[in-house]
């Protein structure tokens, strides 16, 4: 059962902007986080940004300045706003949510969104 869906990847030139959308199946106001993760060939997968329940927001260093994670509870939705885009950037985008109780932990990850920077 599909529970997270990301969309708004492609390609786009050096110093360019995307801006990446993972809506949720299941109510993410009750998130403990939302997470932008991204896997390049041949690389580690790697946290890009996270929103936590509190609201507060961590990012990749190299990302910090470029790019913005927001929250929409009432779209059930999560965004990443990337802008002045690099080379380097070019991944596939993976959203995960984290549900924490006192039960268990449960994790949701989207299908990925593939995001090509290039000239």
């Known amino acids: 059962q599909v529970q997270l869906v990301e969309s708004g990847g492609g390609w786009v030139q050096p110093g360019g902007s995307l801006r990446l959308s993972c809506a949720s199946a299941i109510d993410i106001a009750s998130a403990n986080s939302m997470n932008w993760y991204r896997q390049a060939p041949g690389k580690e997968r790697e946290l890009v940004a996270r929103?936590?329940?509190?609201?507060?927001?961590n990012y990749l260093d190299s990302v910090k300045g470029r790019f913005a994670i927001s929250r929409d509870n009432a779209k059930n939705t999560v965004y990443l706003q990337m802008n002045s885009l690099k080379p380097e950037d070019t991944a596939v985008y993976l959203c995960?949510?984290?549900?924490?109780?006192?039960?268990?932990?449960?994790?949701?990850w989207g299908q990925g969104t593939q995001v090509t920077v290039s000239s």
């Open positions: 929103i936590s329940s509190d609201d507060s927001l």
């Open positions: 995960n949510t984290v549900y924490v109780t006192k039960w268990a932990v449960r994790d949701y």
